[in-house]
């Protein structure tokens, strides 16, 4: 006579094996330094637009200062994928 389904040996629930190691923490310095790079950065090329011609050394670098205010951005990305 064939089984019931009910008869059957069910399978055990997965229980995953207890982690040893402690949840990684940010340090407290790096949440205020992303967004200073940011924020520095988006200002950097704001300036630079709106009164770029009047500044001299923002006149002297000339397209230098979107190499700066997009490093700062950046550094702000980079700074980010750090932060846990």
């Known amino acids: 006579m064939p089984k019931s389904r009910n008869d ?3 399978k055990a629930v997965y229980t995953p094996p207890p982690s040893a190691a402690k949840p990684k923490v940010s340090p407290r310095w790096l949440a205020p330094l992303m967004i200073a790079c940011g924020v520095f950065g988006v200002l950097w090329i704001a300036v ?16 230098w200062n979107l190499a700066i205010g997009f490093a700062g951005i950046i550094a ?7 932060w846990h």
């Open 48 to 63: 630079y637009y709106i009164a770029g011609a009047s500044i001299p050394y923002m006149r002297d670098w000339a397209e």
């Open 76 to 82: 702000c990305i980079i700074l980010s994928t750090r």
């Open 8 to 10: 059957r040996k069910k």
